[in-house]
């Protein structure tokens, strides 16, 4: 079956960096893009980035451009979102996304950007 499961997050002083990591299993992950998203307390879920299969296109949404990466290693089955220069309102829990015919998603991973 479809498993995602996220780490990498935490507590992060304003202007600091993270590295969340999604693992992958139960499919073909060469074959399938990957998303992150990320849900702060009282506000809807938002996409932070997508990146097709071959790691070749990425998108990313405005709130969060320039500040992060994505890439993923298809040897590892694993998809990356590197945060720099997070911001208190950077706090949410991210989820890693997606989509066979339906949406899987992760567990998500908390980030609490706060000094």
């Known amino acids: 079956q479809v498993q995602l499961v996220e780490s990498g997050g935490g507590l992060v002083q304003p202007g600091g960096s993270l590295r969340l990591s999604c693992a992958a299993s139960?499919?073909?992950?060469?074959?399938?893009?990957m998303s992150w998203y990320r849900q702060a307390p009282g506000k809807e879920r938002e996409l932070v980035a997508d990146?097709?299969?071959?790691?070749?296109?990425?998108n990313y949404a405005d709130s969060m451009k320039g500040r992060v990466t994505i890439s993923r290693d298809n040897a590892k089955n694993t998809v990356f979102l590197q945060m720099n220069s997070l911001k208190p309102e950077d706090t949410a829990v991210y989820y890693c996304?997606?989509?066979?015919?339906?949406?899987?998603w992760g567990q998500g991973t908390q980030v609490t950007v706060s000094s």
């Open positions: 139960g499919f073909t992950f060469d074959r399938i893009s």
């Open positions: 990146i097709s299969s071959d790691g070749g296109r990425t």
């Open positions: 996304k997606t989509r066979i015919g339906v949406d899987y």
